[in-house]
Structure formats: structure tokens, C-alpha cells
């Protein structure tokens, strides 16, 4: 008290945004661990050990020509000019030969033509006089620039677009330091110099010390592709037929792509995502040189990028089998184990002609035979022949309801006698009772059979829900046809399961007749030689 107010402190709990904001700078400051980050770069090097090879290599090409300007006697011969060859190992040296070959071609054409051009500008500009000099090298600097960056964007010259933009600097380089030298002639010399050592340092690092051919990345990237569809279909027809839709997770945005318990799918996702990887791939392999198991010239590096699209073209239904596995409405468990055995029985026939056909690619033979494609139809036969002698527990209940299971409502029976009211005798009304009473017997006779179908279709609809309410919303009949539209429509999800299965194997044709194709083009040995 002693005349203080008291103070009142009021807690107000931060905004869901605030929260996440403070989670985020604390997992980021608290939760930084110098271990955790090792542990990471040594998990990201074990995936690919490649990557430490690579980068090995782009420093001992960076030291080597860092020598030229560090030792006196070059640094003497070739000036400051030799900075340049440092600058063409940088930009040149890629991951894989192949893009190496294929930067140094544009790097090289692209040096050399804009070497041709400056020289040819400045003697012009010379010979033009000190006043016309300056707007002579300006306005071929802005044509040069206009023309170089409209013709990168030309479809045909994409794979040239690193090459415009080495002309275009080199160029305006060459141009503007001879403009102020006097001699761009020897300018444009000393560079072209620069950059051929630069360039032949580069190439020779990179082909003679652990080369990394593009070739061979290709060629391992299409066969794990094949693994990957094979195990992302086993995966998803295996928890098909096992899960009983008990723990079907929410499938929100958050868990839109994020399987944890199916590490195939990622794989086959990714199997999605490699066409551009692939031509990356093909386009580098075409500059390198024969090597390896690839020993003859024009070695028919297309054909992987098309024997990969017949593949993704084949992993689309298995990704729709997966969305089939991850929808909201189900077949109920007893039915899709009702054709267990086929539905196996045709997707390891499938799975196992996948990978026969990936491990030819992987040892470069021809093994696959008419026999193989011959099991998995006639696996897929058997399935389709199953699913058309049942096909009527993938069709609505078609017995009639039975009006006996009903009692006479009393309306009925007075508007029958009020329209034979003329008719009237007792015989009749004798008839009328003795048929209400029958009714009524057998009510209760059959009341034992009504409970056993309501617990039937307790367990066979979808969603589920008590039959009771339905007949509190209004009666049996009029509650009947949307129960039993429900259980078609969850009994067609199995029907939908098997028709992309089906429709998976049809296009394994295709995929069959691709590979065959590449081994024929690519002179495979066949298995027995």
C-alpha cells in the first residue's frame, strides 16, 4: 500500500506469426552446433564422393596457373595479361569433362571472334582519326552488345548462350584497353594467349586427374531411375493391401509431399524431375572422347534421354497409384485383399521386367526375352479375369427391397378400404387382417437377418456411419440409395487401383521397345556371348 498503486501486469501470448518468428531465431542461434555442421558436410561428401575429387581439382588448376604470375621469369614474358588464365579456369572448369570441353569450345570461339572484331574496329577507328576514334569504338561496342544479347536468346543458339557472352566482354575488354594503350592488336594477342593457357590448364586437370566423365554419370542416373520405379511400385501396392485405412494421416499441405515411412517415393519423384538432369547429361557426354566402356565415336547419348522419358512416361501411373493410396475414400480392407494375389502376383512381374531392364542397361547386354513381357500379360490377364468373374462386389447392392420387411402402415390400409369402400363386405376385411397379420410375423421372423445387414454396411460403407441415422433422417428407403451410392464409390477405388496397374503394364511395352532400341544403337553384347 503506503499510498503506491499496485501495479497490474498483464500477460498477453504472443501471435501464432511471433511465435514461429521466435522458434525460428532460436533453432537458428541456440540450435547452430559446430558438430551437427560437420556431420552434415560429411553426410552431403558421402552421398557423392565425386565432390570432393572435383573441388580437389579446381584448386590444383587454380595453383597451377597462379604459378605463371608467383614465378618471376613468366610473370616477366607475359605481363599482367596472365591474370586472364586464371579468370578462364574459373569460369571453364566444370564438374564433368564433357562440360568442361563444351565451356572451353565456347570460351575459345568466343575469345577468338572477339579478338577478329577488336582488331578489325580499332585499326578502322585509327586510320578514322583522333576525333572520330571514340564514337567509332562506342558505337561498335552498343551493336556488338544489342547483338550478342539478341541472338543468345534465339532457340537454336541456347546451347551457344555462354559464348555471346564472351564475346560481348572480351570485346569491350579488348576495344577499351587498347583505345588507351594505342596497340590493340598487341592487346588482343596477349589475351588470346592468356586465355589458351588458361583453357589448356584447365582441360588438362580435368581429364588427367580423376576425370568425372558425364558419360558414365548418365549412364548410372538412368539405372537407378529403373530401381526407383521398381521399388516406388512394390512400395505402394505392398501398404495398399496391407494398411486398413485405420491411421490415415491428415493430408494437409505440410504433408503434401513428405512421406517419411516411403522412401521409394522421394526416389521416384526425383525420377520426375530428371529430365533436364538427363539433358544436361547427354549434351556434356557428346564432347567427351571415347572412354571407358563407351569406346566407339558418336555413341548414341540421345537415346538415354528418350529411353528416360518412355520411363517417366511409365512412372506417372505409379505416382497415380500412389494418390489412389493416399485418397480419402477406400475399398474396404476384405475387398482389396480379395485380389491379393493377382494384384502381386502382376506388379512383381511387373517390377521384376523394370529391373531386368535397367540391369541390361547397367552391364550394356541384351537378356531380356519375349518370355519375360509374356509372364507380366499373362499376370495381368489373370488379373483382369478375376476382376470380371467379381465384378458384382464392385457394383451396388442389385437385390430389390423387400416391402415384406416392412409393416402395413396403417394409412395404407385405410385408403385401400376407403377406395373399396363400395365393395365392402367382411370377407374383405377378413383378407385385409389376416395379410397384415402375416406381415407382421414375418417382420419379426427376419428382424435377426435386418441386423446382420446393418452391421454389414457399417463395415462396408464409407464413411462410416451408423445405419440409425439414416433411418432417423427419413425411413430405410429414403436413405438407401446415398449409403449404397458411397459404398460404389469406395468399391470403385479398388476398380480405379487395378485399371492404372493395368494400364502401368501396357505402357511397359513401350519402355521394353525403347531399351531394345538403345542396345541396338549402342551395340549391347547379348548375354550368352
Request: charged share 20%; hydrophobic share 40%.
Amino acid at each position: 500500500m503506503n499510498g503506491k498503486k499496485e501495479a497490474v501486469e498483464i500477460n498477453i501470448p504472443p501471435s501464432s506469426k511471433a511465435k514461429h518468428l521466435e522458434t525460428e531465431k532460436k533453432s537458428v542461434f541456440e540450435g547452430f552446433s559446430c558438430t551437427n555442421w560437420i556431420w552434415k558436410v560429411w553426410e552431403f561428401c558421402k552421398e557423392d564422393s565425386k565432390r570432393l575429387t572435383f573441388s580437389f581439382k579446381v584448386g590444383l588448376a587454380v595453383l597451377l596457373v597462379s604459378l605463371l604470375i608467383l614465378l618471376r621469369a613468366p610473370y616477366e614474358t607475359f605481363g599482367t595479361n596472365i591474370v586472364w588464365s586464371i579468370l578462364t579456369v574459373a569460369i571453364m572448369f566444370e564438374y564433368t569433362v564433357g562440360a568442361t570441353f563444351n565451356r572451353g569450345f565456347n570460351r575459345a570461339l568466343g575469345s577468338l571472334l572477339a579478338g577478329i572484331l577488336a582488331i578489325a574496329v580499332g585499326q578502322l577507328a585509327l586510320h578514322a582519326g583522333g576525333v572520330a576514334e571514340p564514337f567509332i569504338i562506342g558505337i561498335s561496342i552498343f551493336l556488338i552488345g544489342a547483338l550478342t544479347s539478341f541472338m543468345k536468346l534465339w532457340p537454336s543458339f541456347v546451347p551457344y548462350e555462354y559464348g555471346f557472352r564472351v564475346i560481348l566482354f572480351t570485346f569491350c575488354l579488348i576495344i577499351v584497353s587498347g583505345y588507351r594503350m594505342g596497340n590493340p592488336v598487341k592487346t588482343a594477342m596477349d589475351r588470346l594467349y592468356s586465355i589458351a593457357i588458361g583453357g589448356f590448364v584447365a582441360v588438362f586437370v580435368n581429364v588427367l586427374v580423376f576425370p568425372i566423365w558425364a558419360g558414365e554419370q548418365l549412364h548410372r542416373e538412368l539405372v537407378n531411375n529403373f530401381n526407383s520405379v521398381a521399388d516406388t511400385l512394390e512400395e505402394c501396392v505392398k501398404k495398399y493391401l496391407e494398411d486398413e485405412g485405420l491411421d490415415h494421416p491428415e493430408f494437409s499441405k505440410t504433408l503434401m509431399d513428405e512421406f517419411q515411412d516411403e522412401p521409394a517415393y522421394r526416389k521416384c519423384r526425383a525420377t520426375l524431375n530428371s529430365s533436364a538432369k538427363l539433358e544436361n547429361l547427354a549434351n556434356s557426354a557428346k564432347w567427351e572422347p571415347p572412354h571407358g566402356r563407351f569406346r566407339h565415336f558418336f555413341y548414341p547419348w540421345s537415346e538415354y534421354v528418350k529411353v528416360g522419358a518412355v520411363l517417366r512416361y511409365c512412372a506417372y501411373e505409379v505416382m497415380a497409384l500412389h494418390g489412389v493410396l493416399h485418397s480419402e475414400i477406400q475399398a474396404p480392407y476384405n475387398l482389396r485383399i480379395a485380389f491379393q494375389t493377382e494384384i502381386l502376383d502382376a506388379t512383381g512381374q511387373a517390377a521384376e521386367l523394370v529391373r531386368r531392364l535397367g540391369k541390361d542397361i547397367s552391364n550394356m547386354k541384351r537378356s531380356v526375352k519375349t518370355s519375360l513381357p509374356k509372364r507380366v500379360h499373362s499376370s495381368i490377364v489373370r488379373l483382369q479375369r478375376a476382376i470380371d468373374t467379381h465384378s458384382y462386389l464392385l457394383t451396388p447392392y442389385s437385390e430389390p427391397l423387400d416391402n415384406s420387411s416392412n409393416p402395413v402402415k396403417l394409412s395404407e390400409t385405410l385408403s385401400t378400404n376407403l377406395n373399396d369402400i363400395g365393395d365392402f363386405d367382411s370377407n374383405s376385411l377378413e383378407k385385409n387382417l389376416s395379410a397384415q397379420t402375416g406381415n407382421l410375423s414375418r417382420t419379426q421372423g427376419e428382424s435377426s437377418h435386418e441386423m446382420m445387414r446393418k452391421q454389414s454396411r457399417r463395415m462396408h460403407s464409407w464413411p462410416s456411419r451408423e445405419v440409425d441415422a439414416f433411418e432417423d433422417e427419413g425411413g430405410i428407403g429414403a436413405a438407401f440409395l446415398p449409403t449404397r451410392t458411397l459404398e460404389t464409390t469406395a468399391a470403385l477405388s479398388l476398380a480405379t487401383f487395378t485399371s492404372l496397374l493395368i494400364e502401368f503394364v501396357a505402357r511397359l511395352d513401350h519402355l521394353v521397345d525403347a531399351v531394345n532400341d538403345l542396345s541396338m544403337m549402342a551395340k549391347f553384347k547379348d548375354e550368352g556371348l
